[in-house]
């Protein structure tokens, strides 16, 4: 049951309060956590009845802690658990059904064999969320197809937890996309408070000056890193809003993750031999740095802009120069891929969108069409090559 994995992160008391409801010619048994609704719907399945009956898999109810749902509703999080964990849930979530395929299994772990071989990272106020391995059940005495729907319908991730493992109540990280939305009944995003925060503690006024340091200091901790990881690994991070979370320290940009290893997309022009050839996270570098402009800065950082731009009154013109600013003036930006990848990304007249939309409509989740709009860090100034 499992490959490719350390140890589980599961506290000893729960260990030790499942292997109570085990009999002693079944100690050897391994934990395998399940979401609660997942647990619900498998049991209904006549293969998984059948496994019970024969005693291969021991079905032991709610055991543990009490756990949180993240906002992907399927990851699960304590501060009590040492890594978050990645369930299955046979529910379409947006364009997808939220099971594990072991594709996916073997693409995340083969993106995180590459990000550790590039640990320890050299970017003050960054971290890539470790994913450590994965754990499911593994039925080699049924056909392929229902062996295959077993694996993924049972599959569990295991991602490093920040909150215990780095920070204090004080400095909890939070999703970026639970800052971008306007709450019912009020009238300002989340996002709006804390830099409204951060002025106060800093004695200045909210005025466009500290909006655009605010949003200076937000991306050379999140967009500055995530490029040069592009530049100089190929490592083409999937940090969209949901995908990435920050600490604000009262307000002010402090540290930044990246989270869920699934989505990395490698270039093969830059990945050298860390990876086999035949590895599913690996792409032509034009299909990695589409996905990183769409991801990051489409996605992302068009987000974020938007949303502090309507509730502080500075235009999203503006904010995209901070931006373009920050970007052509990193002097870390020096070797001739980096300099090709700015100039690109300051003259290119459109970027990519996803047609979300359009591409659920014709079921194309894994294949989406794609709209061009424009650039809008595409102005009319003087780019450096």
């Given at each position: 049951?499992?490959r490719?994995?350390?140890?589980?992160?599961?506290?000893?008391?729960?260990?030790?309060?499942?292997?109570?409801?085990?009999?002693f010619?079944?100690?050897?048994?391994?934990?395998?956590?399940?979401?609660?609704?997942?647990?619900?719907?498998l049991?209904?399945?006549?293969?998984?009845?059948?496994?019970?009956?024969?005693?291969?898999?021991?079905?032991?109810?709610?055991?543990?802690?009490?756990?949180?749902?993240?906002?992907?509703?399927?990851?699960?999080?304590?501060?009590?658990?040492?890594?978050?964990?990645?369930?299955?849930?046979?529910?379409?979530?947006?364009?997808?059904?939220?099971?594990?395929?072991?594709?996916?299994?073997?693409?995340?772990?083969?993106?995180?064999?590459?990000?550790?071989?590039?640990r320890?990272?050299?970017?003050?106020?960054f971290?890539?969320?470790?994913?450590?391995?994965?754990?499911?059940?593994?039925a080699?005495?049924?056909?392929?197809?229902?062996?295959?729907?077993?694996?993924?319908?049972?599959?569990?991730?295991?991602?490093?937890?920040?909150?215990?493992?780095?920070?204090?109540?004080?400095?909890?990280?939070?999703?970026?996309?639970?800052?971008?939305e306007?709450?019912?009944?009020?009238?300002?995003?989340?996002?709006?408070r804390?830099v409204?925060?951060?002025?106060?503690?800093?004695?200045?006024?909210?005025?466009?000056?500290?909006?655009?340091?605010?949003?200076?200091?937000?991306v050379?901790?999140?967009?500055?890193?995530?490029?040069?990881?592009?530049?100089?690994?190929?490592?083409?991070?999937?940090?969209?809003?949901?995908?990435?979370?920050?600490?604000?320290?009262?307000?002010?940009?402090?540290?930044?993750?990246?989270?869920?290893?699934?989505?990395?997309s490698?270039?093969?022009?830059?990945?050298?031999d860390?990876?086999?050839?035949?590895?599913?996270?690996?792409?032509?570098?034009?299909?990695?740095?589409?996905?990183?402009?769409?991801?990051?800065?489409?996605?992302?950082?068009?987000?974020?802009?938007?949303?502090?731009?309507?509730?502080?009154?500075?235009?999203?013109?503006?904010?995209?120069?901070?931006?373009?600013?920050t970007?052509?003036?990193?002097?870390g930006?020096?070797?001739?891929?980096?300099?090709?990848?700015?100039?690109?990304?300051?003259?290119?007249?459109?970027?990519?969108?996803?047609?979300?939309?359009?591409?659920?409509?014709?079921?194309?989740?894994?294949?989406?069409?794609?709209?061009?709009?424009?650039?809008?860090?595409f102005?009319?100034?003087e780019?450096?090559?």
């Open positions: 049951m499992g490719r994995h350390r140890h589980p992160p599961f506290p000893t008391e729960l260990l030790e309060e499942a292997h109570l409801k085990l009999s010619d079944r100690q050897h048994y391994q934990l395998l956590p399940c979401h609660p609704w997942q647990a619900k719907h049991l209904t399945w006549p293969e998984v009845q059948e496994l019970i009956q024969s005693g291969q898999l021991v079905y032991l109810g709610a055991l543990g802690v009490p756990v949180h749902p993240t906002s992907s509703v399927r990851t699960v999080w304590s501060p009590e658990l040492a890594a978050y964990l990645k369930l299955p849930l046979n529910v379409r979530i947006t364009n997808f059904i939220r099971v594990n395929p072991l594709d996916q299994l073997e693409r995340t772990l083969d993106a995180a064999t590459y990000t550790e071989s590039l320890p990272l050299p970017y003050e106020g971290t890539i969320l470790a994913e450590a391995g994965y754990r499911t059940l593994v080699s005495h049924l056909p392929e197809a229902t062996r295959m729907k077993l694996i993924e319908s049972f599959a569990v991730i295991f991602r490093q937890n920040p909150v215990r493992t780095e920070h204090d109540d004080a400095q909890t990280p939070v999703v970026v996309a639970s800052l971008l306007t709450r019912p009944g009020e009238t300002t995003a989340p996002l709006y804390f409204e925060q951060a002025a106060e503690v800093r004695g200045a006024a909210l005025d466009a000056d500290f909006v655009k340091a605010w949003l200076k200091r937000y050379e901790i999140s967009l500055l890193p995530l490029l040069d990881l592009f530049f100089r690994h190929g490592y083409s991070a999937e940090a969209h809003v949901q995908n990435s979370m920050v600490t604000l320290d009262h307000g002010w940009p402090a540290h930044f993750y990246v989270r869920d290893l699934e989505g990395v490698v270039s093969r022009e830059v990945a050298g860390v990876l086999t050839a035949d590895s599913v996270a690996l792409y032509e570098d034009a299909q990695a740095w589409h996905r990183f402009k769409y991801y990051i800065l489409v996605n992302h950082t068009g987000h974020l802009l938007h949303a502090l731009a309507h509730d502080t009154e500075v235009s999203e013109g503006d904010l995209w120069a901070v931006v373009a600013d970007i052509q003036s990193h002097a930006f020096a070797s001739e891929r980096a300099l090709r990848g700015v100039h690109s990304l300051l003259t290119t007249p459109h970027f990519a969108a996803k047609a979300n939309l359009i591409s659920r409509f014709q079921e194309r989740g894994e294949t989406p069409l794609y709209v061009e709009i424009p650039n809008p860090l102005q009319k100034r780019v450096t090559q």
